[in-house]
């Protein structure tokens, strides 16, 4: 059996006396082409398209890819000013952090020329969508939930796990009513309730990393996508699910099951 307090030492934090959560392994389905030269700050699934937010200065980008062969279709780079973070998809418009410019670039979502941009206080780190506001992670243990025509912070929720913070939440995907995020410099995603903040489980994607070729030192898992699908008797809903890391020369699609 797969140990909870071992994998929430990968965390860095120790766990007060409670009921565990739910640790989740998983299984490789399928690999698809990953550049090894991209810097992975966002990913998300649209229209049977793949795009992606990178970061560097100097080499942020966003891109519209081809899944099967990883061949990029469009793309445009941003000012070497700016270290690109997450993306996401809102309607016809692409929302692309940075990490310390306090910018939020507006991006059309069919010819990627820039709408408009917002002013943010805090860090950019990754950016999702739940339907109806944007939930921003910041490098802190907080979630903000955004107006998409404002950009003004609606509500705030702090991610605990047994009641204590979980800082370093990176990349963010929505999956049916859930917001699932990487934590950075770990192996693991965590399940957050939205509403509570409190994670419901944990992904354990300990050993993805060795399944794959890596283009430099931090090239750390970071990538969450997903495509909705009719199949009711997926682990993880009506869905597939993509991963991949920061320089990884693979995007996994996986499935997953609540350990042994």
Do not use: C
């Given at each position: 059996?797969?140990?909870?307090?071992?994998?929430?030492?990968?965390?860095?934090?120790?766990?007060?006396?409670?009921?565990?959560?739910?640790?989740?392994?998983?299984?490789?389905?399928?690999?698809?082409?990953?550049?090894?030269?991209?810097?992975?700050?966002?990913?998300?699934?649209?229209?049977?398209?793949?795009?992606?937010?990178?970061?560097?200065?100097?080499?942020?980008?966003?891109?519209?890819?081809?899944?099967?062969?990883?061949?990029?279709?469009?793309?445009?780079?941003?000012?070497?000013?700016?270290?690109?973070?997450?993306?996401?998809?809102?309607?016809?418009?692409?929302?692309?952090?940075?990490?310390?410019?306090?910018?939020?670039?507006?991006?059309?979502?069919?010819?990627?020329?820039?709408?408009?941009?917002?002013?943010?206080?805090?860090?950019?780190?990754?950016?999702?969508?739940?339907?109806?506001?944007?939930?921003?992670?910041?490098?802190?243990?907080?979630?903000?939930?955004?107006?998409?025509?404002?950009?003004?912070?609606?509500?705030?929720?702090?991610?605990?796990?047994?009641?204590?913070?979980?800082?370093?939440?990176?990349?963010?995907?929505?999956?049916?009513?859930?917001?699932?995020?990487?934590?950075?410099?770990?192996?693991?995603?965590?399940?957050?309730?939205?509403?509570?903040?409190?994670?419901?489980?944990?992904?354990?994607?300990?050993?993805?990393?060795?399944?794959?070729?890596?283009?430099?030192?931090?090239?750390?898992?970071?990538?969450?996508?997903?495509i909705p699908n009719s199949n009711p008797e997926a682990s993880t809903g009506s869905g597939r699910l993509f991963v991949t890391g920061k320089l990884w020369a693979d995007l996994f699609e996986i499935e997953i099951a609540i350990a042994e």
């Amino acid at each position: 059996m797969k140990s909870f307090l071992n994998v929430i030492a990968l965390l860095l934090f120790s766990l007060p006396a409670a009921a565990e959560v739910p640790i989740y392994d998983y299984q490789i389905v399928a690999r698809y082409p990953h550049n090894t030269a991209s810097f992975t700050q966002g990913l998300e699934f649209h229209d049977g398209f793949l795009y992606e937010g990178t970061g560097k200065n100097g080499r942020s980008t966003l891109s519209k890819i081809n899944l099967e062969d990883g061949q990029v279709l469009q793309s445009k780079r941003l000012a070497s000013r700016y270290f690109g973070e997450g993306i996401s998809i809102v309607g016809e418009r692409i929302f692309q952090l940075t990490w310390q410019s306090n910018i939020v670039f507006v991006h059309d979502l069919n010819s990627f020329e820039t709408i408009t941009s917002h002013y943010h206080p805090t860090e950019g780190w990754g950016l999702t969508f739940d339907g109806e506001q944007l939930i921003l992670s910041d490098g802190s243990a907080t979630l903000q939930f955004i107006d998409p025509e404002t950009f003004q912070v609606s509500r705030t929720v702090e991610v605990t796990l047994q009641g204590r913070p979980i800082r370093n939440l990176n990349e963010l995907e929505y999956i049916n009513g859930e917001v699932w995020a990487n934590v950075w410099m770990t192996n693991e995603i965590v399940r957050i309730d939205p509403a509570s903040g409190n994670i419901n489980s944990v992904v354990d994607l300990n050993g993805l990393i060795d399944e794959t070729t890596v283009g430099g030192s931090d090239g750390v898992l970071n990538g969450i996508a997903w495509i909705p699908n009719s199949n009711p008797e997926a682990s993880t809903g009506s869905g597939r699910l993509f991963v991949t890391g920061k320089l990884w020369a693979d995007l996994f699609e996986i499935e997953i099951a609540i350990a042994e």
